[in-house]
């Protein structure tokens, strides 16, 4: 039993050695190490030495926050004004499903109320020559039925703190963008304002959407990396969780288009009373013919159909069933005359039909259905009628809708039937290489930390294998290796286990035994040099004065002492040889 023991320890051993050097060598392709290690502990709040960051907020510090970030103590415009306030909830939490230790983030923790705070930036954003990056985490820590989880980027006049007090659904912004949900209706916001530089007016340009769903973002309550990237060529891109999910041009991707049509339909132009848009009219000339019968019906009787042989007229397609009983509790009085239910009659189950024979119906040769006079071109046809054209009054060209109004602060301003949405590792830059230390620094060391946990040590060394392909030699050289181990240690023979033996027929030494037992019986025994009795079972009381009629065989001289077996009553022998 210790023997087998050992063994299994030493498979087990094995197994831990060979699995733990493959998930050892495991690395992901963007440079995330993803080792059986402890990555709370290699957290920090990320930090960025850089004059292209306008804003970096990750939310770690909650005194730093208190004193940058603004909750508005205002009401939002057009609504009842019960629920007008702005009083929805915001804290600094760790996340309900903990990931790294020390991250924290900005919690909306009420629900169905409106809710908006806001952070002036630390530096104005202008539209020049460099690209605005966005770049924020949510989780919907309990998934989102309906609601938003966006941000603004708010415009020049929202330059101080008393400006973001008042900051509501009204407050002029430059740029919305993040993700939207009610119903099954799922958004991922890229707004932005344009004024329009002949008459100063502004107009919202919504971008199309995106080229693939995003309904798990709103369900599977992980965090979720969204990007927005505006360059000075008119061109963007939004990214979710690094991989882009819509992109286009100012210019030809937003509706309304930037750019309104030089031409415009007249709006007093009105089409006269005469115009004729029919292209084709009923001949007026047309008539019924004299032999046309509207009376004929559609149908009538197969006059060649005849009646199939075997057909049972006395047999009822439904029969009540024989096996079915009244219900104890029916009461006629009030329940009526009890019937069983019907069942198909199985009489009819090999017979060409049942009951009453009837021949069918076939389509009428002679039906016209109602007589209509045919339809001819018309002649007096004009086309489709449609307003002239004239020049567009408020007709202008941009070519660069890149260059928007400064931004000044950013915000949420929210409303949501799912409470604790969390917003972490927010940042505006213009720097590409910034915006990607930056992520390196928080959101990729948290999908690395949450593919750790939910990874198993199979999943692992498949992907290992999988994705180095130098690894599948070796990967097959360890399971041979595992594979002969445990045939060994579970199928193969122990040293210290006595093999299968027959026992003899009579406990008399036999010229097949070995020498050993002959010199055993010659000392009588191992310590004692007694001698064994025939029976082979050992003489507890003493000597046994042999039989008169039963000499004792005569046993070799000089025979050593066997030490081992004294006594033992029921010594295995290896098989007589007959």
């Known amino acids: 039993m210790m023997a087998l023991f050992r063994r299994k320890v030493y498979l087990c051993c094995l197994l831990v050695l060979f699995g733990g050097a493959f998930v050892r060598s495991e690395n992901d392709d963007d440079g995330v190490i993803v ?66 230790k020390e991250d924290l983030g900005l919690v909306l923790t009420t629900e169905a109320k409106h809710a908006a705070i806001a952070a002036l930036l630390d530096k104005p954003f202008e539209f020049k020559d460099k690209p605005l990056m966005v770049q924020y985490e949510v989780t919907m820590q309990e998934g989102q039925n309906c609601g938003g989880a966006y941000i603004k980027l708010l415009s020049r006049g929202t330059n101080t703190k008393a400006d973001l007090r008042k900051f509501h659904d009204q407050t002029a912004y430059t740029i919305m963008f993040g993700p939207d949900k009610c119903g099954n ?28 769903r995003l309904d798990d973002i709103y369900k599977d309550k992980e965090p979720h990396l969204y990007t927005l990237i505006v360059r000075p060529d008119n061109t963007f891109s939004v990214l979710v969780d690094n991989k882009e999910v819509n992109a286009g041009s100012l210019l030809e991707d937003f509706t309304p288009p930037v750019n309104p049509p030089e031409e415009i339909d007249d709006p007093d132009d009105k089409k006269p009373d005469d115009w004729d848009e029919r292209e084709k009219i009923v001949d007026p000339s047309a008539t019924k013919p004299d032999d046309w019968d509207e009376e004929a019906p559609a149908q009538i009787v197969d006059p060649n159909a005849v009646k199939p042989d075997g057909w049972l007229d006395n047999e009822p397609e439904m029969i009540p069933d024989p096996e079915a009983k009244k219900p104890e509790d029916w009461d006629e009085d009030m329940d009526g005359e009890w019937e069983a239910p019907l069942i198909d009659n199985p009489a009819c189950a090999t017979a060409p039909g049942c009951g009453t024979w009837s021949p069918p119906l076939i389509p009428n040769p002679n039906y016209k259905g109602v007589w209509r006079a045919p339809l001819i071109p018309n002649p007096n046809y004009r086309g489709k009628w449609s307003p002239r054209r004239i020049p567009n009054p408020h007709f202008f060209r941009d070519e660069n809708p890149f260059k928007m109004t400064p931004i000044h602060a950013v915000g949420f301003e929210l409303w949501s039937m799912s409470p604790m949405l969390l917003f972490d590792n927010l940042i505006v830059t213009d720097d590409a290489s910034v915006l990607e230390d930056w992520t390196r620094q928080t959101y990729t060391i948290k999908r690395a930390k949450i593919s750790s946990d939910s990874d198993s040590l199979v999943e692992r060394l498949v992907r290992s294998v999988v994705s180095r392909p130098w690894l599948t030699t070796i990967g097959v050289t360890v399971i041979l290796t595992l594979v002969a181990a445990l045939c060994y240690f579970c199928c193969g023979q122990s040293a210290e286990e006595e093999p299968d033996v027959e026992y003899k027929k009579t406990d008399a030494v036999v010229e097949d035994d070995p020498q050993e037992l002959h010199e055993e019986v010659a000392t009588g025994g191992a310590e004692g040099g007694e001698k064994v009795p025939k029976s082979g079972k050992a003489n507890l009381e003493g000597p046994e004065t042999p039989h008169e009629s039963e000499p004792e065989p005569e046993l070799p001289e000089k025979a050593p002492v066997d030490t081992e077996g004294a006594g033992d009553g029921h010594r295995k022998r290896k098989p007589r040889k007959e």
């Open 35 to 100: 080792e059986n290690v402890e990555q709370e502990e290699q957290y920090h709040s990320p930090q960025l030495s850089s004059k292209s960051v306008y804003l970096a907020e990750h939310f770690d510090d909650e005194a730093a926050f208190k004193k940058k970030w603004i909750k508005s103590e205002t009401k939002k415009q057009g609504v009842d004004e019960n629920i007008a306030k702005y009083d929805g909830k915001w804290e600094i939490q760790a996340p309900s499903r903990r990931i790294l």
């Open 185 to 212: 209706d799922n958004k991922l916001h890229f707004i932005f304002r344009h004024q329009n530089p002949k008459n100063g007016t502004i107009e919202e340009k919504h971008s199309k959407k995106p080229s693939q």
